[in-house]
């Protein structure tokens, strides 16, 4: 399987997205985030992470391109229609079987994109339940993170070619035109309620009989995938089916997934018991007890087993049963004492600030494995817990020590420690018998490793064919688009082109167009008759330096003013020429200023007029010249 070296730029750029706008991609597979990441600062000119770091802080609106650029929106209507197939005829029945007649139905399109593959699943729950039971029994959920994808979803609005998957009839049933769209039906499609959903950070939905899931699970790491399969889990029904892409597997996660049929990517939960709920005990009011019960509960407290004593709130030992008498050599005159002035405020353990804190507080406060060495030259093991004592309406009474004598057990952990050692040395002995068949196991593990290896590389290269398939889907449609508005602007510019040329050709001066540093742009046919040059000839050189029967160098002048604006920029002149045939004539040259969409003129028009001619003159009203 191949690695992919982790880049911290990268890594960082990530945690950004996460931290600023909620997009967690950490569990995205690298080598797909990082081609479509890289992808999109191609576009923006960018070569390094941190830069596009900053370029993103610095232009908040650059995160929505970047989303639909990692976000591939590729899907379809009965998309792998053999799969689709399996789930109407085969799925669907057993799901609607184990259900009650009235019982509701819920469905869940995760990572529905722009809703083709949610609409497919609200067709087929349709045609198996009927329109009136779809209506009263079925939920259909469609989520996804993209937010540009779910407003699309919701409008329901299609193209032709986005329905070339759909069969005829279910067409004319589930679909209406509209101005050249085609529209889901506003009664149904009002059924799929679309929102955002994120599978790795937000709660799933519950309960679901049906989980479509397909070729989402695919850009995600391991690890991820494995996450997001557990929640997938906890969201289906236990009778319910889990619905992925063909290039989904589940491999990792067979324990809580079992394949119906692997050709077609159909799952089934495998149950877990639940754990039983835990209910807190009754509250149990205990009434004043008749005296009887009073001599009864202090002998009951005298003969217990644990060594406790009773401390007011002042600090005085108020009781002491008789186990802790005999404990801590304590005598009726110690009773009604302050505990700091008798040996078991402080041995075995300081007990002082432990009742204060007790006290003061009101918290239980416990210490384990305190050691007590007797004179004897043993070592006693206690446990101790200070307890505040309250009375039914909060008010402190005092506090309660009670020191369980632990020896025995601690005894009793040693021997069963000194039998795990025991066992240990017995499980070595057989361990060393076993060796041979373990060497003979760990090779025959060592080639299943090895064919698990080569799967799981397959897999992933399979995983990874079908990711990069969509993104050539996804460019492709991109530039079929672009394609076609390129052709219908050639269209539009080769229309212009031939209005532009028959004006031109259809003036009686020559037209002669020069950019700000009078070098030629344009020279019409009547520009070739007066001075016999073509306008291929003279096409980029400078109007100033041509060897025709004109004299250009008069022009330079009127044009520097047509371009500095002066007078509004128009200016006139007459000058003596030769045309192509020779003839002397009086040529007249109108120089007008070439206006950009803005700013100062982006260069000069000049009209050029044989002024010999005698110009055409309208006749009066009354006939007359």
């Known amino acids: 399987m191949t690695t992919v070296i982790r880049d911290e730029a990268f890594e960082t750029l990530l945690l950004f997205l996460r931290e600023s706008r909620g997009f967690d991609f950490t569990g995205y597979k690298r080598s797909t985030l990082l081609r479509r990441v890289k992808h999109r600062m191609d576009q923006v000119g960018i070569s390094s992470f941190p830069e596009y770091h900053e370029h993103l802080q610095q232009h908040p609106e650059e995160f929505s391109s970047l989303f639909n650029t990692i976000l591939i929106n590729v899907t379809s209507f009965f998309r792998d229609a053999e799969a689709w197939e399996y789930v109407s005829s085969d799925i669907l029945p057993r799901m609607t079987a184990a259900k009650g007649a009235h019982e509701p139905i819920r469905a869940w399109s995760a990572g529905c994109a722009s809703g083709e593959e949610a609409y497919t699943l609200a067709m087929v729950l349709v045609e198996a339940l009927g329109m009136s039971q779809f209506r009263e029994r079925v939920k259909v959920y469609a989520t996804d993170v993209d937010e ?86 906890y969201a289906l029904d236990d009778r319910g089916f889990l619905f992925v892409g063909k290039a989904e597997m589940l491999r990792s996660r067979d324990s809580i997934f079992a394949p119906l049929d692997l050709k ?8 877990r018991p639940s754990m039983p709920e835990r209910t807190p005990p009754d509250t149990i009011d205990i009434p004043a007890l008749p ?78 494995q305190v050691e007590r060495h007797l004179a004897s030259g043993a070592t006693q093991v206690l446990d101790v817990t200070v307890t505040p004592l309250l ?9 309660s020590v009670a020191f369980t004598d632990v020896s025995n057990y601690n005894a009793i952990h040693a021997q069963l420690e000194r039998s795990k050692q025991e066992l240990e040395t017995a499980s070595e002995e057989l361990q060393s018998t076993n060796e041979e068949l ?6 025959l593990q060592s080639t299943v490793e090895e064919l698990e ?62 950019g700000t540093d009078l070098r030629i742009q344009l020279w019409n046919q009547r520009a070739e008759d007066l001075w016999g040059v073509r306008g291929e000839e003279v096409l980029g050189q400078s109007l100033l330096t ?9 022009l330079a002048l009127p044009i520097r003013d047509c371009l500095a604006g002066k007078d509004g920029g128009l200016r006139e002149v007459v000058l003596d020429a030769t045309n192509r045939r020779g003839k002397s004539i009086r040529c007249k040259v109108m120089c007008t200023p070439l206006m950009g969409q803005s700013g100062p003129p982006e260069g000069a028009i000049l009209l050029m007029e044989d002024a010999t001619v005698p110009s055409l003159v309208r006749p009066g009203a009354d006939g007359s010249p």
């Open 148 to 233: 540009d994808a779910l407003r699309k979803a919701r409008q329901g609005s299609f193209v032709e070619k986005d329905l070339e998957d759909v069969p005829a009839g279910l067409r004319e049933k589930y679909f209406e035109t509209n101005g050249g769209r085609y529209l889901f039906r506003g009664d149904l499609r009002r059924t799929v309620i679309f929102g955002r959903h994120d599978l790795l950070q937000d709660a799933p939905i519950s309960r679901i009989d049906l989980l479509v899931c397909r070729n989402t699970l695919m850009y995600f790491e391991a690890d991820t995938q494995g996450r997001i399969l557990t929640r997938l889990h």
């Open 264 to 271: 077609y990517r159909v799952f089934t939960k495998v149950g």
């Open 291 to 368: 005296n009887p019960q009073v001599r009864l509960r202090e002998s009951a407290f005298d003969t217990a087993l644990v060594a406790q004593i009773v401390v007011d709130p002042g600090g005085y030992l108020l009781l002491a049963n008789a186990s802790a008498r005999q404990l801590f050599g304590l005598v009726a005159a110690d009773i009604g004492r302050p505990i700091q002035d008798l040996e078991v405020s402080y041995r075995p353990l300081e007990l002082r600030s432990r009742l204060d804190q007790v006290l003061r507080e009101r918290q239980p406060l416990e210490a384990r």
């Open 391 to 399: 009375d039914p309406a909060g008010d402190l009474l005092g506090a």
């Open 438 to 443: 373990e060497t003979t196991n760990e090779e």
């Open 453 to 514: 290896t080569t799967n799981e590389e397959l897999q992933s290269s399979n995983e990874e064919l079908e990711t990069m398939n969509e993104e050539l889907e996804s460019t492709n449609t991109q530039l079929q688009a672009i394609n076609a508005e390129l052709q219908q602007r050639s269209l539009q510019l080769d229309q212009l082109n031939i209005f532009m040329e028959s004006i031109l050709a259809g003036l009686r001066s020559g037209v002669v167009v020069v």
């Open 546 to 554: 041509l060897d025709i029967g004109l004299p250009v160098a008069d």
